[in-house]
């Protein structure tokens, strides 16, 4: 398993959250990834949407399972990843490059401070 | 692989089926149409040209045995209570007695039209209003409602009913808190009716964390959506706690009666601090699992929110006949076309008849003790996450990750023995649910137990097996990774001769 980068930071939720300057690049972890096993479709919001923090953002679904993306921070999305439409593989091969999901200008940054780091996050999916 | 080839050819009983566009012998028809008698029209004159296809529909051209015969072969492969164990938790797969079907097919029921006049259906409506009644008191509440027609109409009914409740009072209360282990519905009910739906934590026995609901309940909290005993098969004592919680910031507790087959006759939701709850009559009262209907889910609620309910409800007038009567004014409406799904409705009270009182008590106690009994016989075999004793259900993770087995592989593997896969993966990563019901025999749950056994031993020994299952049916393990990324849902004519098609 490709353990969490450092680069960025990771919710309890599984979602991570790269920042570069006021964009803020999300998606999800392997750990997340390999738990809802083949992802078969992932549903985002269009450019232009704003989301809450806090609050979905879209669905991914697998053959296992639907779940709720969620976003720590608010704004606006700037781009979605319109890669995954045809290929929600990319999510379960390469889930911090390729698979990520959307860029969001962040209004307020803050929220990105509760969040783990790297190694915060391997040692809550240890347990 | 001649194996597989044969196996893609279907084995001995269960042949392959081949789809009935695929079946044509040009010419064939199973009706035949009487000799008109009034004169042919011109189709060119009747429908404009633009809407005329060049040629016509590639029908299926077939008779009337070979089609007879088509349906019959599918209708077969159903797989039902009647045939076979079904332990599929969350969901009470029980037998549904063959009595309810013969009481509701009586004529004076068949017969009956919704809008005849009240005197010529006094029975159903006393029916009605003696059913509407045991509903409430085994809920242990005030009055009840039977319109909702399934249970997730139930809970929009019963958030309906508790928004009008706020309202009245003068409160437009837009949160609703259910439990992480709650079913999807409860959520997907509250944004339906225009609530929002926040998330209460459980603690890692599997119950409601006390101090996460305090932090969540305040003036805003319309109500929160329980299901106890669970959806992990457990019931949380501290459900009297919670009311307490919730009322003392006026907020009400709705019950998801989803698993009610566990306290029938033990415990009354009324009396544990429910204001409202609905039924599932399909899982607690043994009617028809109907496949996305026809169903019923009743709604219950305490004392004080009568006047909420929809109507028309039955009454009984003074002078002992049955009629129909509204609320009052604060009624939340008509939930559904007439009164319900009647059909339904009487299989759920010929059930409650049957059995009476101490007979629906011996229904959760014996939902619990199959249950249990299963638990304990598989425990050193599987990993249980939750502590015993269980309800009617229990939750159990296969832990043959190392032999790269999953959940799905056991799930899979079962159907080569005839039994349906339990629920996966829900509410605990890679789990198998498991509800065997009241109605099963001991003689089956053992059955399934050394069923449960041997899959885990091959799981360890033989993984291959489980990997490639089922191996009885017409077909092996189907990609549904590949079904559900680029699903191709349209039959369409082979371009391929048909000989080369028969041979692969």
């Not at chain 1, 939720?13 to 078969?40: C, M, N, P, R, Y």
């Not at chain 2, 997907?188 to 009716?193: D, I, M, P, R, S």
């Not at chain 2, 305040?218 to 459900?239: K, V, Y």
């Not at chain 2, 307490?244 to 033990?266: C, P, R, S, T, V």
Request: aromatic share 8%.
């Amino acid at each position: 398993m490709n353990p969490a980068p450092a680069d960025r930071k990771y919710s309890k939720t599984h979602e991570w959250f790269k920042v570069d300057g006021d964009v803020v690049t999300i998606g999800i972890s392997q750990f997340a990834a390999d738990e809802l096993t083949d992802i078969t479709f992932v549903d985002l919001p269009k450019p232009g949407t704003q989301i809450v923090a806090g609050q979905p953002f879209g669905e991914i679904e697998s053959v296992k399972a639907t779940s709720a993306l969620y976003s720590a921070v608010g704004g606006e999305v700037i781009e979605a990843n319109a890669a995954l439409a045809d290929q929600p593989e990319l999510v379960n091969q390469s889930p911090f490059d390729e698979g990520w999901m959307i860029k969001v200008r962040v209004s307020d940054p803050s929220p990105l401070e509760g969040l783990m780091d790297a190694t915060a996050y391997n040692a809550m999916i240890q347990e | 692989m001649s194996n597989a080839s044969e196996k893609s050819q279907g084995a001995g009983l269960v042949p392959a089926e081949k789809l009935i566009f695929e079946q044509t012998t040009p010419g064939a028809c199973a009706v035949s149409l009487p000799v008109a008698d009034v004169p042919p029209a011109d189709l060119r004159k009747v429908i404009p040209q633009e809407l005329l296809a060049e040629a016509p529909p590639p029908l299926p051209e077939i008779g009337e045995q070979d089609l007879v015969r088509h349906y019959t072969r599918l209708a077969h492969r159903l797989f039902s209570v009647d045939g076979n164990f079904y332990p599929l938790g969350s969901c009470t797969m029980k037998y549904n007695p063959k009595v309810n079907e013969r009481v509701a097919a009586l004529p004076g029921f068949t017969g009956l039209h919704p809008l005849q006049p009240e005197a010529d259906s006094q029975g159903i409506l006393e029916l009605l209003y003696q059913l509407r009644y045991f509903l409430a008191e085994i809920a242990g509440l005030a009055e009840a409602t039977l319109q909702p027609c399934a249970g997730a109409h139930g809970e929009m009914t019963g958030v309906m009913i508790i928004n009008a409740y706020h309202r009245s009072r003068g409160e437009d209360r837009p949160k609703v808190l259910t439990p992480d282990t709650a079913h999807g519905t409860n959520p997907a009910t509250c944004t339906v009716c225009g609530r929002f739906a926040i998330s209460v934590a459980s603690r890692p026995d599997g119950r409601v964390d006390l101090d996460d609901l305090r932090k969540k309940v305040d003036e805003q909290t319309a109500a929160l959506m329980i299901t106890n005993p669970n959806t992990a098969g457990l019931f949380d004592p501290q459900i009297a706690d919670i009311a307490e919680i919730l009322h003392a910031k006026g907020a009400l507790l709705y019950l998801d009666g989803a698993n009610m087959n566990a306290i029938l006759g033990i415990a009354r939701p009324g009396d544990f601090g429910v204001d409202v709850m609905h039924y599932n009559t399909h899982k607690t009262f043994s009617t028809p699992h109907g496949c996305g209907g026809p169903g019923a889910g009743p709604v219950a609620v305490r004392e004080g929110l009568q006047e909420f309910l929809p109507g028309p409800q039955v009454v009984r007038r003074e002078d002992g006949t049955y009629g129909w009567a509204w609320p009052g004014p604060r009624s939340i409406g008509r939930v559904r076309s007439f009164y319900g799904q009647i059909g339904v409705l009487i299989r759920a009270y010929a059930y409650i008849r049957a059995l009476g009182p101490e007979g629906l008590r011996q229904v959760s106690e014996k939902a619990v003790l199959s249950a249990n009994y299963l638990a304990a016989r598989l425990r050193e075999h599987y990993r249980f996450p939750f502590a015993p004793p269980y309800a009617h259900e229990f939750i159990m993770v296969p832990e043959f990750r190392e032999h790269g087995v999953t959940e799905l592989d056991v799930a899979k593997r079962l159907i080569d023995f005839a039994i349906h896969p339990p629920t996966m993966s829900w509410p605990v990563a890679h789990c198998l649910m498991i509800e065997p019901t009241e109605t099963e025999s001991l003689r089956t749950l053992d059955g399934f137990a050394e069923t449960m056994i041997r899959i885990a031993e091959e799981a360890r020994t033989t993984p291959e097996i489980l990997h490639h299952a089922p191996h009885t049916m017409p077909v092996e393990r189907l990609d549904e990774v590949t079904a559900a990324r680029k699903p191709d849902l349209c039959w369409r004519e082979s371009t391929e001769p048909a000989e080369a098609a028969d041979n692969t």
